[in-house]
């Protein structure tokens, strides 16, 4: 069944990629879009919001690139009611089978006013002319009010009437500013319903913010009154305090469906690996308290929970850790394990790995298994992840080779080793902690303007021998790379995290700028 066509499915549009790229520092390239992407269809979600291709060429690239790549997925982009936006946008995603314009202007007396410095007629023209535009391009156009929660009653149904009558498909009503309240926002909605005569012809979708922490609850809301298509992140990612996270919005729907009777077609056993791989890309980690995805989300310290527990899981468990894809830590294989054995476990974490990057992983595996009594699913996927974060061999100009540190209370000493267009160079560096010591050995051996925006550790198992994430932001010209790296060794991650970033600015700049290639 198709979304459109059952009055209890919730399409699920998920806009991690744009709206959650404009949040400062998350920003990704292409690779990384592509690949959360592809999880995201994987996972069933209905509508990708793949970026604003008027914004700049690797958001058209990148729009571009997944519009040619996504099979199953609508693969939509964004525009300003503006022809040139729209032209633009139409340009990047034509390649997909399925594709959306999403065009948008603000409606609102504050936004019209002092941002748009238009007045309502001139905006309803451009709501009419935008619409017709983008409809000459595909048939599936989504129209947005921004700063629909702040518009006048009459003009927005007004408004939403005109944009239908032009040809949107779908009408979003942003809380731009994350300023609703549930009961008032469900009223706006069904306001629209009672007053708008062809809203029938059109999906009705929000798309909240959580300035005030209410994004999950308004969107809710307005599925409560008459909304089938909700916009949301994974993580809840997005501009400011972000949007609604996709993964609560869909286990509030299937945990609470006795009051909530609506469904979605996401994979909820893909929720934790989806919200793994934005925060490792995105540099961005989950609170441990976050809902569905935070690390103690499923986990019980009190003595009468745990308790309970073992009597009744019902007793404090709303949801099973496994339909959110968290199985119980389980040591997978150990050192004697086979590549057979290996690429099963792989591939039955969800992984596709080509044989290079197989052969490579397995290399990695033994070596972990040498150094660590228990491997856990999360060690492998962990190990799997960095794998497939690392750049492509031979695009990489700088390698890591070795690593020998010296800490304590004395002046702590890297002692470092890189193979860096194919010359090994060695140096020693001290620094304020092993940590500076090594990045300025990085520094020392090969001078780059790039500045350090974020160091961020982070243990993928517990105990002591558990493997450390480490992910190192880079600022480049305006951008933000982010490299990543897992090892046991939290200081053998920091280097290889932060070479890994290196040579990302580095293929960056030789795309962008070839005569700005030396460091
Ligand atoms: O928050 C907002 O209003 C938006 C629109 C572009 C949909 O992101
Ligand atoms: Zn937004």
């Known amino acids: 069944m198709t979304p459109t066509t059952d009055n209890n499915r919730i399409i699920i549009f998920d806009t991690t990629l744009r709206d959650g790229e404009q949040s400062p520092g998350a920003s990704m390239d292409l690779e990384e879009k592509l690949k959360i992407a592809q999880l995201l269809e994987e996972m069933g979600v209905d509508v990708i919001e793949a970026g604003f291709p008027i914004a700049s060429n690797g958001d058209f690239e990148a729009v571009r690139h997944i519009a040619t790549t996504l099979k199953t997925a609508v693969v939509c982009g964004l525009s300003r009611a503006a022809r ?215 986990a019980h310290e009190a003595g009468i929970h745990q308790d309970g527990l073992l009597k009744h899981a019902a007793t404090y468990e709303i949801m099973t850790p496994e339909s959110v894809g968290l199985s119980q830590s389980k040591i997978v294989l150990g050192k004697h394990s086979g590549r057979h054995a290996f690429r099963e476990k792989v591939r039955a974490l969800g992984y ?79 620094g304020n902690g092993p940590v500076d010591a090594i990045f300025i050995a990085i520094r020392t051996l090969f001078p780059h303007e790039a500045h350090l925006s974020l160091y961020q550790v982070h243990a993928v198992t517990q105990g002591t021998d558990a493997q450390a994430e480490v992910t190192v932001r880079l600022e480049d010209g305006g951008r933000s790379v982010n490299g990543c790296c897992a090892d046991t060794d939290t200081l053998v991650a920091s280097a290889r995290a932060y070479v890994n970033a290196l040579n990302r600015v580095l293929v960056r700049r030789e795309k962008t700028a070839p005569a700005a290639l030396s460091a």
């Open 352 to 430: 596709e790995l080509g044989d290079n990057a197989l052969e490579e992983a397995f290399r990695r595996f033994k070596a972990l298994a040498d150094k660590k009594k228990e491997v856990f699913e999360e060690d492998l996927a962990a190990l799997v992840d960095d794998e497939l974060a690392q750049g492509t061999p031979g695009e990489e100009r700088l390698r890591f080779s070795l690593l020998e540190v010296v800490c304590g209370s004395r002046q702590p000493t890297a002692d470092l080793e890189l193979v860096i267009d194919g010359v090994t160079r060695r140096v020693r560096a001290t």
């Open 84 to 298: 040139g936006d729209i032209e633009r946008c139409a340009e990047a995603i034509a390649p997909a089978p399925r594709r959306r314009i999403h065009t948008f202007i603000s409606t609102s007396p504050l936004h019209m006013k002092y941002k748009l410095q238009m007045t309502a007629d001139q905006v309803y023209e451009r709501v009419q002319d935008s619409v017709r535009h983008a409809r000459s391009f595909t048939d599936d156009v989504e129209w947005s009010a921004e700063d629909g929660s702040r518009t006048e009653p009459d003009f927005l149904c007004r408004c939403v009437e005109a944009a239908i009558r032009a040809g949107a498909r779908t009408i979003n009503i942003p809380d731009t500013v994350g300023y609703a309240i549930p009961d008032e926002f469900g009223a706006v909605i069904a306001m629209l319903f009672n007053r708008v005569p062809n809203l029938d012809q059109a999906v009705l979708s929000v798309h909240c913010h959580n300035d005030l922490g209410l994004a999950v609850a308004n969107a809710l809301a307005a599925v409560q009154a008459g909304a089938r298509q909700v916009e949301c992140t994974i993580n809840g990612l997005g501009e400011r305090a972000g949007n609604a996270a996709l993964e609560e919005i869909v286990m509030a729907l299937r945990t609470r469906f006795d009051h909530l009777p609506f469904t979605t077609g996401v994979k909820t056993e893909m929720i934790t690996r989806a919200s793994k791989l934005v925060s490792v890309l995105t540099g961005f980690p989950v609170q441990p308290n976050k809902a569905i995805v935070g690390a103690n989300a499923f």
